[in-house]
């Protein structure tokens, strides 16, 4: 063999092994940017650990996820924008604000629609779940499972809400989603949608008087240091979703993107767990730090599930009503 040969042989050589590593090196070893909305310290926070350190496991070390908290990456919003773009990975937020990309997340924004979080439980991750999950694919994106946000509670700077009729002349801070503006606006409030992360400055600067998140939310987000009253409404059950760019996602492997759901899995075991056990306790705390708690009474908060029924039609027909009809059918079966 001539040098010129040799020269040839060993680049060949070289260049496959390199175009493996490169492989490797540019999609499951490239950094994973997770980003969520809440801070470190929350459950939102807490779950991207458990997440961020099951991927490193069960890779051995070679995927590396960085999650990054409090909307450093942007809003919901402006996250999944950059996950259908390619120019961020993964995030997890509340399927609320996903509506505006696929219209049937709408769905999990009926008001009352879960009564408990069994419920919720079986549909989200049962059939339905799935289904509503697998149609952001042809948006770009792929969902790898829920986690749970919670179910929300009213707060406001203005006065105590126990009646129905409280609602009014409260400006009030919604997801930008069109089921949550008219659910507000059917009580009587002034609803303003706004991203979370622009939220805390909003109550502060009284930009608006109230917002509505469930008791973990209130607490890891301080809200309580700029909202006095607290109405324990569990007007509706709020899920996250774990969201993959689908351009990122279509790169890896087999054996990658099965890391990434099984640690996925993992993450919403021990999301679940952890946040029921703090929102057990949540709005003792709230009380504590001296938020003022007003309770709905039974018979009020079938005035507000009757008043909201009016939307339910809007809803049925936006999302469709072969799924609206497949969900209550489901319901009925698990109430049976
Ligand atoms: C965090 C949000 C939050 C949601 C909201 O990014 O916007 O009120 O409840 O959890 O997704």
């Known amino acids: 063999m001539n040098f010129k040969h040799l020269v040839v042989a060993l680049s060949?050589?070289?260049?496959?092994?390199?175009?493996g590593l490169a492989q490797a090196q540019d999609i499951g070893n490239r950094t994973i940017r997770?980003?969520?909305?809440?801070?470190?310290?929350?459950?939102?926070?807490?779950?991207?650990?458990?997440?961020a350190d099951e991927v490193a496991r069960l890779s051995g070390g070679k995927m590396r996820v960085r999650a990054i908290g409090a909307a450093a990456l942007g809003s919901d919003v402006q996250m999944q924008q950059a996950l259908i773009g390619g120019a961020q990975e993964m995030m997890v937020g509340s399927t609320a604000t996903l509506v505006g990309i696929t219209k049937e997340m709408a769905i999990w924004d009926t008001p009352f629609l879960f009564?408990?979080?069994?419920?919720?439980?079986?549909?989200?991750?049962?059939?339905?779940?799935?289904?509503?999950?697998?149609?952001?694919?042809?948006?770009?994106?792929?969902?790898?499972?829920y986690w749970e946000?919670?179910?929300?509670?009213?707060?406001?700077?203005?006065?105590?809400?126990?009646?129905?009729?409280?609602?009014?002349?409260?400006?009030?801070?919604?997801?930008?989603?069109?089921?949550?503006?008219?659910?507000?606006?059917?009580?009587?409030?002034d609803a303003v949608p706004m991203a979370f992360s622009e939220l805390f400055t909003a109550l502060e600067t009284k930009a608006?008087?109230?917002?509505?998140?469930?008791?973990?939310?209130?607490?890891?987000?301080?809200?309580?240091?700029?909202?006095?009253?607290?109405?324990?409404?569990?007007h509706v059950y709020s899920p996250w979703i774990m969201l993959v760019s689908k351009r990122y996602w279509d790169r890896l492997s087999a054996d990658e993107k099965k890391v990434l759901m099984d640690a996925a899995i993992k993450s919403r075991e021990f999301e679940r767990q952890d946040t029921r056990a703090e929102a057990a306790k949540a709005l003792?705390?709230?009380?504590?730090?001296?938020?003022?708690?007003?309770?709905?009474?039974?018979?009020?908060?079938?005035?507000?599930?009757?008043?909201?029924?009016?939307?339910?039609?809007?809803?049925?027909?936006?999302v469709g009503e072969d799924l609206w009809n497949e969900v209550q059918a489901e319901l009925a079966k698990l109430r049976r």
């Open 149 to 189: 946000n919670g179910f929300r509670n009213l707060t406001n700077s203005r006065q105590p809400v126990a009646r129905l009729e409280d609602f009014s002349g409260i400006k009030l801070r919604v997801m930008q989603n069109p089921v949550f503006i008219d659910t507000f606006r059917t009580l009587g409030a």
């Open 34 to 51: 997770f980003g969520y909305g809440l801070n470190e310290q929350s459950n939102q926070g807490r779950a991207a650990k458990v997440f």
């Open 284 to 318: 003792a705390d709230l009380r504590a730090k001296g938020m003022q708690v007003t309770e709905f009474t039974p018979a009020e908060t079938n005035r507000m599930r009757e008043k909201l029924g009016a939307i339910n039609k809007t809803i049925a027909q936006n």
């Open 115 to 145: 009564n408990n979080e069994k419920e919720a439980d079986a549909i989200l991750d049962g059939p339905i779940g799935q289904k509503v999950m697998d149609k952001l694919q042809e948006k770009g994106l792929v969902g790898l499972v």
């Open 208 to 234: 608006v008087d109230g917002q509505e998140n469930p008791f973990n939310t209130i607490l890891s987000s301080k809200f309580y240091e700029v909202q006095r009253h607290l109405a324990v409404t569990n």
């Open 12 to 19: 060949v050589g070289v260049a496959s092994v390199a175009g």
